[in-house]
């Protein structure tokens, strides 16, 4: 069975930083692109970052450019989100997504395979 699971939210203040972690129990994890993407109360989920599956290239949201980083250690079946200069409109829910479809800049969440069950980030002002 494949299991997605974050960790790394919490609460901190604007301007801080937060590492999200999501730890794959996917046997093919090398093969699968992933994807980050976050949700704030009332709204739509909304794409942030995905990295190829070889890590060889990334793509991000222009919400997030220049301040969050997407990697992956695929000798650990894991992908990190480095979320650096945060503020307040960044509060969400954010989720890690495994994607067979090769390629970045997918923001469809309907491409993604399998999803975690998120992990909320809140940013004080």
């Known amino acids: 069975q494949v299991q997605l699971v974050e960790s790394g939210g919490g609460l901190v203040q604007a301007g801080g930083s937060l590492r999200l972690s999501c730890a794959a129990a996917l046997r093919t994890f090398s093969t699968y692109a992933m994807g980050w993407f976050r949700q704030a109360p009332g709204k739509e989920r909304e794409f942030v970052a995905d990295?190829?599956?070889?890590?060889?290239?990334?793509y991000y949201a222009d919400s997030v450019k220049g301040r969050f980083t997407v990697s992956r250690d695929n000798t650990k079946n894991t992908v990190y989100l480095q979320m650096n200069s945060l503020k307040p409109e960044d509060t969400a829910v954010y989720f890690c997504?495994?994607?067979?479809?090769?390629?970045?800049?997918?923001?469809?969440?309907?491409?993604?395979?399998?999803w975690g069950q998120g992990t909320q980030v809140t940013v004080s002002s």
């Open positions: 990295i190829l599956s070889s890590g060889g290239a990334t």
């Open positions: 997504a495994a994607r067979a479809r090769s390629g970045v800049g997918i923001r469809r969440p309907s491409e993604y395979n399998y």
